[in-house]
């Protein structure tokens, strides 16, 4: 990267409660524990061809509930490993969002991030069948509405509407293949369960969403999750947030997963055999 960054520490100091959603008294440390326990896993290390770029479009920040991070903290790390872009995608709240791209700003002004770095806003939706990715909003999506609906909102906003992690937990399952998604999160830095990645990856192959974009995202709710899994978007443009969302639009991209978090998957692995 064309810029150093400062040595700064990326783990926040405690935070007071009322300034987090997190309502949990405990979750400052758990996510200090956490941290630490990926930074065993190592850093991942992302290098790119000349004119493609490294993004990760689902990172979670202190303005959801399940997650204490600091949008200037997520933006320092992402740098540090060589991504291009992120998207800060709250739970159900734009604001995060929009205060990471204040926060770039400031860090851009200081030098300690490169002047090209981009933030692209949006916001993860809670739908009636799961959650559902939006991208180039600046504005709260309507929750509760079915995946069709909330997909027709998220268009209405000129957004991007993303299957997140599909076939987790609280993805839109099956949903992914009647909707008219833009775009599907093949690789998941949350998803750890062998059967559960082996659907998300058999999208990929899947005629009734060849047209989608296929993305790699971290999911991250730690900083040191940040580009655990990543998308490579090869060719673009304009290093602008409308030169990456035309290339989205295109499917000229490439879904990744870092060694950290096959290293983590493997160890979680190894665990749930032993119970």
Same mark, same amino acid.
């Given at each position: 990267?064309?810029?150093?960054?400062?040595?700064?520490?990326?783990?926040?100091?405690?935070?007071?409660?009322?300034?987090?959603?997190?309502?949990?008294?405990?979750?400052?440390?758990?996510?200090?524990?956490?941290?630490?326990?990926?930074?065993?896993?190592?850093?991942?290390?992302?290098?790119?061809?000349?004119?493609?770029?490294?993004?990760?479009?689902?990172?979670?920040?202190?303005?959801?509930?399940?997650? /204490?991070?600091?949008?200037? =903290?997520?933006?320092?790390? !992402?740098? $540090?490993?060589?991504l291009g872009a992120i998207a800060v995608m %709250?739970?159900?709240? /734009?604001?995060?969002?929009? =205060?990471?791209?204040?926060? !770039?700003? $400031?860090?851009?002004?200081?030098?300690?991030?490169?002047? %090209?770095?981009?933030?692209?806003?949006?916001?993860?939706?809670?739908?009636?069948?799961?959650?559902?990715?939006?991208?180039f909003i600046e504005q709260n999506v309507s929750v509760?509405?079915?995946p069709a609906e909330t997909v027709d909102e998220i268009h209405s906003r000129g957004g991007l509407a993303i299957a997140v992690h599909p076939y987790n937990s609280r993805g839109i399952g099956d949903a992914v293949l009647d909707v008219p998604f833009d775009a599907v999160e093949?690789?998941?830095?949350?998803?750890?369960?062998?059967?559960?990645?082996?659907?998300?990856?058999?999208?990929?192959?899947?005629?009734?969403v060849a047209a989608l974009a296929k993305l790699g995202s971290s999911d991250a709710h730690y900083v040191r999750a940040v580009g655990s899994c990543y998308t490579v978007v090869h060719d673009i443009e304009r290093p602008t947030l409308d030169g990456l969302k035309k290339a989205l639009m295109a499917g000229n991209c490439t879904p990744e997963s870092s060694l950290p978090h096959k290293r983590i998957a493997c160890l979680l692995g190894k665990i749930k055999k032993l119970r």
């Amino acid at each position: 990267m064309p810029v150093e960054l400062q040595k700064q520490t990326i783990l926040s100091p405690l935070m007071p409660k009322e300034e987090r959603l997190c309502e949990h008294w405990w979750f400052g440390g758990w996510d200090r524990l956490v941290n630490c326990i990926l930074a065993m896993a190592g850093r991942p290390t992302i290098t790119t061809a000349p004119g493609d770029m490294a993004i990760d479009l689902h990172i979670h920040s202190m303005y959801s509930c399940c997650s /204490i991070s600091q949008p200037a =903290n997520l933006i320092r790390q !992402a740098v $540090r490993i060589g991504l291009g872009a992120i998207a800060v995608m %709250d739970h159900d709240n /734009i604001q995060g969002a929009l =205060n990471a791209r204040i926060a !770039a700003e $400031r860090l851009k002004s200081r030098g300690e991030i490169p002047p %090209d770095f981009l933030v692209v806003p949006g916001v993860e939706v809670c739908s009636r069948a799961g959650h559902i990715g939006a991208l180039f909003i600046e504005q709260n999506v309507s929750v509760n509405l079915s995946p069709a609906e909330t997909v027709d909102e998220i268009h209405s906003r000129g957004g991007l509407a993303i299957a997140v992690h599909p076939y987790n937990s609280r993805g839109i399952g099956d949903a992914v293949l009647d909707v008219p998604f833009d775009a599907v999160e093949i690789e998941c830095g949350s998803v750890f369960s062998n059967s559960v990645l082996s659907r998300n990856k058999s999208l990929a192959e899947n005629n009734k969403v060849a047209a989608l974009a296929k993305l790699g995202s971290s999911d991250a709710h730690y900083v040191r999750a940040v580009g655990s899994c990543y998308t490579v978007v090869h060719d673009i443009e304009r290093p602008t947030l409308d030169g990456l969302k035309k290339a989205l639009m295109a499917g000229n991209c490439t879904p990744e997963s870092s060694l950290p978090h096959k290293r983590i998957a493997c160890l979680l692995g190894k665990i749930k055999k032993l119970r």
